[in-house]
C-alpha cells in the first residue's frame, strides 16, 4: 500500500518508467493458477490489448478462498435492508466461500457453463453479489443488468449478448415501492429467444407468473452441495459484459478480462481508500453499475475487506437513512454519488447531527463532477472537516478508478479529481490533437494502457476502435474534457460531446453549468443547445432551485449575470426554465438528449423515456414550454 506521497511519487514514477515491471509487482500480490509470460501486449490501433498474457486463474480464488486461512469469519458482505427494522446480515468470508460454490453448482446443474452468457436482473440483495461471483466461479460471463431497467431495455442487452440463462428476483424493494421484476422480465423474455433457462430468487413473496424455464433459486440450491473448484481462466478471458449507454445509438456491451481487472481494481481500491483491516466500507452504488461491480464486489473482496451491500434508498423512511447507517454500523468509508449529496443537502441538516458519524475516516464520489457547493457541504456536514474525499474520475469502459487523490495520502482539491494513478498517463490535447503541456484545458486522454481497460464492445470491436481509439490516434479517449492547474492537478469539466457552438463559439455545458451552480439559490442546472436563426445555436438553462416559490425574473436575471461574470456574456443562456426535477437516468445521469429534444421543441419525437428516473418531468417542462 502507498503511505506516502514520497511513496506516491516513487510509485508514479515507476510506473512511467517501467511500467511492465511496475504491473509485475502488484499482479505478484494474487494468486495465480499459472504465470504470464508476456505482461503486456497491446496496439491502439487495431485496438488490441492484453495484459498477464498466458497467465492462468480464478478471481473468486482471490476474492475468497485466499482469505480462508487468514480470516474465514471476518465479515465479507455486511447486508442492510431496504426496511431497517428487517435485521441486517453478516456473511464471513467462509459463508460467502461456501455460497458462492453453491450457487455455481446450481448454475451447472442448470446448464450453465463457462463462456456462456449469463444475465443477472435482480434487486441488492447478497444473492446478487453471490450469483456475479457464481458466475465468475464457472467462468461463465455476467451480464448484470440493473434492476431499474424496463423489460425493453432489458431484453435489448439480453439479446445483444445472446444470454442463455437469466437470474431474476420475484421482486425488489425499493424504498417504499415493490418492483415487480419477474413482471419484468417475463415481459422481457417474450422477444428473448436465447434464454434457456430463469432461476427465480424469492425476495418479495409476491405471486408471480410461472414459465417453463423458470426455476425456484431456493428449490434449486437444495440439489447441490457447495463444492465447486474454481474454473481455470486465461486472464484474457472475458470475465462480465457490463452496458453502458453511448451519445449515440444502442448501449455499448463493455467486456471486461479477468486477469488485468482483478489487478487494477484491487490495487486501486486498496491505495484510493486505504482501507485498514477492521474497517467498514460502504460504496451505495447498485451493483447493476460498474461502481458496484469494481468497489462493491470485486475490489473489496479481493482485498479482503468488508463491504457493505445497501438494499434501499437515502429517502427511505426518512432523508437521514445513509447516516442512520453509518451510525449503525459504525461506517469508516462511504462513497456516493454527487447527484445523492445534492439531493441529502436539500433537507436540514439535523437529520445528520442526530447521528453519531464519528465512525466516518474516508468519504468518496463518483459519477460525475461535484459541485463546488456539494463538495464543501460534504466536506462540513458529513466528514465535519476530518475525512479526506477522493473524488474518483473513471468509467465504465475504464474498470476501475484513474484520476483520484489518494485518502489523506495525496493533497485534494475541491471540484478537483485531482491526480491520476500510478500507471495511468492521462494527457490533455488540444483540438488538433496536439498535447497540451502545463496548465491547461482541453480534451482528456489516456496515453498507455492500464490492466483493467475494456478489451472491446461485444459483438462490435469496430464500434470500440471507433468510439475510443480513432478520433486521436495512439490515445484512449474518453469523452471528457477536463482542465489542469499548475500542480498537475485535473478536473474534470464534464463531456466533450456536449460542445454547443454559439455564434461560432465553442461552449462547453458544463462550465456555465458551474457557474449558474454558484448562485446561492441554485440545486443543479443542466444547459443544452438549441437551434438558433441568427447564432446557430442559443443555450437553454434548466434550473432546480431550492426554492420553487422564488421570484423567477429575478434568478433568471442574476442567473445570467453569474453566467457572464464567470465565463462571458456569449454564454449567457437564452432561455431559463426554473424546473422541479432534470429527467435522469437511473444511475443519476442527466438526460441531455431529452432536454435538448425539450429546447428545441421537439417534443413528439423524445424516444424511450420508460428507463428514466422521474419520467414526470418531462411533462412539467412540456408544460413550461408551452
Ligand atoms: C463521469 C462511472 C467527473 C465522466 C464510474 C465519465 C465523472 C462518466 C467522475 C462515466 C468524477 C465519473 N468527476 N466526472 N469523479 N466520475 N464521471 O461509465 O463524464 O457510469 O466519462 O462510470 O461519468 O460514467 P460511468
Redo the contacts with the bound molecule.
Keep these: 500500500m502507498i503511505n506516502s506521497l514520497s511513496e506516491f511519487k516513487h510509485a508514479a514514477k515507476q510506473a512511467i518508467e517501467n511500467p511492465e515491471s511496475f504491473w509485475n509487482d502488484i499482479a505478484n500480490e494474487f494468486q495465480w493458477i499459472s504465470p504470464w509470460k508476456q505482461t503486456l501486449a497491446f496496439d491502439f490501433s487495431t485496438p488490441e490489448i492484453k495484459w498477464f498474457v498466458g497467465g492462468k486463474l480464478n478471481i473468486t480464488e482471490n476474492c475468497l478462498d485466499r482469505h480462508l486461512a487468514t480470516q474465514p469469519n471476518k465479515t465479507a458482505i455486511l447486508f442492510e435492508p431496504n426496511d431497517p427494522t428487517e435485521e441486517a446480515q453478516h456473511i464471513t468470508y467462509k459463508e460467502l466461500h461456501s455460497r458462492v460454490c453453491q450457487t455455481a453448482n446450481m448454475l451447472k446443474a442448470n446448464g450453465a457453463k463457462k463462456g456462456d452468457r449469463i444475465c443477472i436482473y435482480m434487486p441488492m440483495v447478497p444473492e446478487l453479489a453471490i450469483a456475479v461471483l457464481a458466475c465468475a466461479r464457472i467462468g461463465a460471463i455476467h451480464s448484470v443488468v440493473f434492476a431499474g431497467f424496463s423489460a425493453t431495455a432489458l431484453a435489448a442487452r439480453i439479446n445483444d449478448a445472446s444470454c442463455t440463462m437469466l437470474l431474476t428476483a420475484d421482486g425488489g424493494f425499493r424504498g417504499a415501492k415493490t418492483i415487480g421484476l419477474k413482471d419484468i422480465a417475463d415481459e422481457a423474455l417474450q422477444s428473448c429467444t436465447t434464454v434457456e433457462s430463469c432461476i427465480v430468487f424469492q425476495r418479495t413473496n409476491k405471486q408471480v407468473n410461472w414459465n417453463p424455464i423458470d426455476r425456484w433459486w431456493h428449490e434449486e440450491i437444495e440439489k447441490v452441495d457447495d463444492h465447486c473448484p474454481a474454473e481455470v481462466m486465461d486472464s484474457e478471458d472475458p470475465l462480465f459484459i457490463l452496458y ?1 449507454s453511448g451519445s449515440t445509438g444502442k448501449p455499448k456491451g463493455m467486456v471486461h478480462s479477468c486477469g488485468g481487472y482483478m489487478v487494477y481494481t484491487a490495487y486501486t481500491f486498496q491505495n484510493v481508500f486505504q482501507y485498514q483491516s477492521n474497517d467498514v466500507y460502504w460504496c451505495t452504488a447498485d451493483i447493476g ?3 458496484g461491480h469494481s468497489y462493491i464486489v470485486y475490489g473489496p473482496l479481493a482485498n479482503g475487506a468488508t463491504t457493505v451491500m445497501f438494499e434501499g434508498v437515502p429517502s427511505y423512511p426518512d432523508f437521514d437513512r445513509f447516516w442512520e447507517v453509518c451510525a449503525k454500523h459504525k461506517i469508516t468509508h462511504f462513497y456516493t454519488a454527487p447527484t445523492a449529496i445534492r439531493a441529502l443537502q436539500k433537507h436540514p441538516t439535523a437529520l445528520i447531527d442526530k447521528h453519531d458519524l464519528s465512525s466516518l475516516k474516508v468519504l468518496g ?6 459541485n463546488a457547493e456539494a463538495w464543501h457541504w460534504y466536506d462540513a456536514h458529513v466528514g465535519k472537516h476530518n475525512c479526506p474525499i477522493v ?7 475504464t474498470g476501475g478508478i484513474l484520476i483520484t487523490s489518494l485518502a489523506g495520502v495525496t493533497p485534494q482539491k475541491p471540484t478537483f ?1 485531482t491526480l491520476p494513478m500510478p500507471g495511468i498517463q492521462a494527457v490533455l490535447l488540444n483540438n488538433e490533437g496536439d498535447e497540451i503541456e502545463g496548465e491547461g484545458e482541453g480534451i482528456l486522454a489516456i496515453k498507455h494502457p492500464w490492466p483493467s481497460i475494456a478489451r472491446t464492445i461485444w459483438g462490435d470491436h469496430e464500434r470500440y476502435k471507433n468510439v475510443y481509439f480513432s478520433a486521436y490516434p495512439g490515445y484512449y479517449f ?3 474534457g477536463a482542465l489542469r492547474d499548475a500542480e498537475g492537478n485535473f478536473r ?1 469539466t ?2 466533450v460531446d456536449d460542445v454547443v457552438i454559439v455564434s461560432g463559439h465553442n461552449l462547453g455545458t458544463a462550465p456555465i453549468e458551474n457557474a449558474i451552480n454558484q448562485h446561492a439559490e441554485v440545486v443543479e442546472s443542466a444547459v443544452v443547445g438549441f437551434p438558433h436563426d441568427i447564432k446557430g445555436n442559443a443555450l437553454c438553462a434548466y434550473v432546480i432551485v431550492k426554492d420553487i416559490s422564488i421570484d423567477k425574473t429575478l434568478i433568471e436575471k442574476e442567473i445570467r449575470e453569474e453566467v457572464a461574470k464567470t465565463i462571458g456574456p456569449i454564454a449567457k443562456p437564452d432561455r431559463i426554465l426554473v424546473v422541479s426535477g432534470l429527467p435522469k437516468t437511473r ?1 443519476g445521469k442527466i438526460m441531455r438528449r431529452i432536454l435538448r429534444k425539450l429546447a428545441a421543441g421537439d417534443d413528439n419525437n423524445l424516444g424511450d423515456i420508460s428507463t428514466l428516473l422521474n419520467p414526470e418531468v418531462v411533462d412539467e417542462i412540456r408544460r413550461q414550454n408551452s
Design positions: 453502458t453499475w460498474i461502481t464520489s463518483v459519477g460525475e463532477p461535484i473524488d474518483t474520475w473513471w468509467q465504465t469502459e479529481a474518453p469523452g471528457d474534470i464534464g463531456r444511475s
